[in-house]
């Protein structure tokens, strides 16, 4: 506790007290280190005489060369119970001789050091030439134990301490009498101040003890009670009647002054720090709401203390409630004569409205971002796995077609280009899979032939299934069925049906298709059983769920078959959207598993139909003689990043009898365009250095030319920005050779020269 906290009898005693020990300590000091410094030098100095001694009578054992005569006058020592060891050095500083005899001379200074004495805790050590006359012919080294000089020091101490422990019981007990004749009346004087401004109790009245000044005191002390206990009863009326209107008030109100120190605060204010109000008037404001929340509100308070109305909302860090939004008043308090003297303050927590509102903006932000993030994620994905298989599809269904090639090679590309347009539409099953299970998927439906479908399904499955010795059994029933629906998606899900069995059967097994019309001759099946690691009765229950995999992929498993887990989920949905059904069945885990798909029948009055506006797939390509084959030599803009596609796509249209400028980015397009004629554009919407909207927009209005877009960005705003743009046609890729002929045909030859 600091000194000026302490009570006053208790600093006259402690004054006293220290003062006389103070003195004492500093004489018992003294003494104390006089002595030490008297023993050390007398200690020292016996030791040199003693080194004198036999340093006189070894000289000569060190000049003829007698070790034993330097050891015999070592031995002398023995006698001196304070030394410890001794040693003697030719004059050359080699080690000639020690004592006692049988000590280990690495415990002693290879060389001799400077001469001179020299203290340690423990020790003294001495160092003194031997000479014989002014001729120096070695060192001795002698080391004294300290033990007897503190012995003698702690008997010296002892009777120290004793004194000044017997001044200082003295020296207490004579400071606290004589005290009291002073602080006796203060000591009265200053409880009767404690007990009024502990309990508020004016009537109080101090004690007056003596007639001196301190007497005079007591007198004007009391006369000052009385006069405040006279105001303090009107002041209590009044502020009962304030606390009766503020304490109900749903604000919190407080005044503050201009040293921005609490006056008054109503009681939900001292609620709001968990307080009583009485214990937060006269403590600065900052005390109270702590630091950062007096900082944000210290520039308005100080504009209210300079007369100015301040009103505002603003974030006010609380100690216990964390952030809060508070709107705040401050209004200038002044006095009679009209100076500022302090400031009354309201605030309201807003807090819920106002994170309401935010809540609000932040929900209505965040779905927007978040939809457009999804926007450019989908298109960015689709374009990005979609551009590598442009050029394999462009040149694998132009091969297909091609009659110049063997059957054989021609199925090859067929088998390329099965499988092309299936990995494009799986890109589309996973971009699309919210658009999945909202129900919005769109068919291209046709009556088909399900058995074809499901023997091209086995033929790409085939080199799986080879690679690891599967046993495959395929029955397939009479007649040619034709059911109603889109062939690809058919195609997806007989290949995902088929995936699975051979992935989850372990090499050597077999897998059995069946595929037959059933007896009412109404729906066609297909049902392929495996002899794989089965399911289990609680993973039938999710088994087409979307994401949901079995427990071989749950956390802990190796996952050693891969997959998401879509493949299933995207099958049910294909098929409900045929009007059909897909089911699972298994005898337990290792036993195998069966899948059934049925499909009904298409109405013999459903031949020929399909889905309003869309193309049949496999278009044939323009034969010759056709608008785009026989057409005179036309000059096409080509435009295109992914160097693979552009190659393969100046490729096939120089075969279409265009001559081809090719162009990797905006800046070569622009140029090509201004270097010679063009008659149209076929380019991707990605560029490195900008995109291929705003190039289609200029070629059109500088050259009246007509485009093709050809790009991995397919969504539907594509589209119609593709459209605004000036492009007649809209390609996603991967594109078909057939796809591309036909957009060809649609802008129509070349215009004639007038």
């Known amino acids: ?21 103070t003195v004492l300590l500093g004489s018992l000091s003294f003494l104390f280190w006089y002595e030490t410094v008297s023993y050390s030098r007398d200690t020292a100095a016996g030791l040199a005489a003693m080194g004198n001694i036999i340093g006189a009578n070894s000289s000569a054992a060190l000049i003829y060369d007698d070790p034993k005569v330097a050891q015999e006058n070592l031995s002398g020592l023995r006698s001196e119970t304070d030394i410890t060891a001794a040693a003697l050095y030719d004059k050359k500083g080699a080690l000639y001789a020690v004592f006692p005899a049988s000590l280990d001379r690495s415990t002693l200074p290879p060389r001799p050091g400077a001469d001179g004495s020299r203290f340690s805790l423990r020790d003294l050590e001495l160092y003194q030439p031997v000479l014989e006359g002014d001729s120096r012919v070695g060192t001795l080294f002698l080391k004294s134990d300290l033990r007897g000089m503190y012995r003698r020091l702690g008997v010296y101490g002892a009777v120290l301490v004793s004194v000044l422990i017997g001044a200082a019981v003295l020296t207490f007990f004579l400071s606290n009498f004589f005290q009291r004749q002073i602080s006796r009346p203060i000591i009265d004087l200053a409880e009767t101040a404690r007990i009024v401004s502990e309990r508020k109790d004016y009537s109080v009245r101090a004690v007056n003890r003596s007639g001196d000044e301190l007497g005079f005191v007591t007198e004007a002390f009391n006369t000052m009670l009385d006069q405040i206990h006279a105001s303090d009863s009107a002041l209590r009326s009044s502020e009962l009647q304030m606390r009766l209107v503020t304490d109900h008030a749903a604000v919190f109100l407080c005044q503050l002054d201009s040293g921005h120190r609490f006056k008054f605060v109503n009681r939900a204010y001292a609620n709001r720090y968990s307080r009583e109000a009485k214990g937060i008037v006269g403590r600065h404001l900052s005390e109270v709401i702590g630091p950062a929340a007096y900082a944000a509100v210290r520039d308005q308070l100080q504009s209210a203390l300079a007369g100015f109305r301040q009103e505002f ?28 003297i302090g ?10 409205r106002w994170q309401a509102e935010k809540e609000l903006e932040r929900a209505r932000d965040e779905a927007v971002r978040a939809s457009r993030a999804k926007d450019d994620f989908l298109a960015a994905l689709s374009h990005e796995l979609r551009t590598p298989l442009s050029p394999v599809l462009l040149l694998a269904t132009e091969e ?20 092309v347009e299936l990995e494009a539409r799986l890109i589309d099953d996973l971009l699309d899979l919210t658009r999945i299970t909202k129900g919005k998927m769109v068919l291209e439906k046709r009556p088909v032939d399900p058995q074809g479908i499901l023997r091209d399904a086995l033929a790409t499955m085939r080199g799986e299934m080879e690679a690891k010795h599967l046993k495959v059994v395929v029955e397939m029933g009479p007649g040619s069925p034709r059911v109603l629906g889109d062939p690809v998606r058919l195609q997806q899900v007989f290949w995902n049906v088929l995936k699975n069995a051979t992935k989850f059967t372990e090499a050597g097994g077999a897998i059995a298709v069946r595929a037959e019309v059933s007896e009412d001759r109404k729906r066609f099946g297909v049902q392929v059983t495996d002899t794989g690691i089965g399911i289990s009765a609680d993973e039938l229950g999710r088994v087409f769920e979307a994401f949901a995999q079995g427990d071989h992929a749950r956390g802990g498993g190796s996952h050693r078959f891969g997959g998401l887990g879509l493949g299933l989920a995207i099958s049910k949905k294909v098929i409900e959207l045929h009007s059909g059904q897909i089911s699972a069945t298994s005898p337990g885990r290792d036993l195998g598993s069966t899948f059934v798909i049925e499909l009904p029948l298409a109405d013999p009055a459903e031949e020929g139909a399909g889905s309003p506006g869309a193309a049949p797939a496999g278009d044939p390509a323009p034969a010759p003689g056709s608008p785009a084959a026989a057409a005179p030599s036309r000059v096409l803009l080509l435009v295109e990043d992914h160097a693979p596609t552009r190659v393969a796509l100046e490729r096939l249209l120089q075969r279409r009898n265009f001559r081809v400028v090719a162009a990797a980015n905006f800046t070569e397009a622009r140029a090509a365009a201004e270097r010679e004629p063009i008659d149209l554009v076929v380019s991707d919407i990605g560029l490195p250095d900008g995109n291929g909207y705003e190039l289609m927009a200029e070629l059109k209005e500088r050259f009246a030319l007509k485009g093709i877009a050809l790009t991995g960005y397919g969504m539907e705003s594509d589209i119609a920005r593709s459209h605004s743009a000036g492009f007649v046609a809209h390609l996603t890729k991967p594109v078909t050779v057939q796809a591309l002929d036909h957009a060809l045909a649609a802008i129509g030859p070349a215009p004639t020269a007038a």
């Open 1 to 21: 506790m600091p000194l000026r906290h302490l009570p006053i009898q208790r600093k006259l005693v402690g004054f006293v007290f220290v003062t006389t020990l």
């Open 313 to 340: 909302e603003l974030d006010l860090p609380y100690v216990s409630l964390g952030l809060r939004r508070v709107h705040m008043v401050y209004e200038p308090e002044r006095d009679p004569d009209g100076s500022v």
């Open 343 to 352: 400031v009354v303050a309201a605030l309201a927590d807003i807090t819920e």
């Open 400 to 419: 297909a077609e091609n009659r110049a090639l063997a059957p054989a090679v021609r199925a090859d590309f067929e088998m390329i280009r099965k499988n």
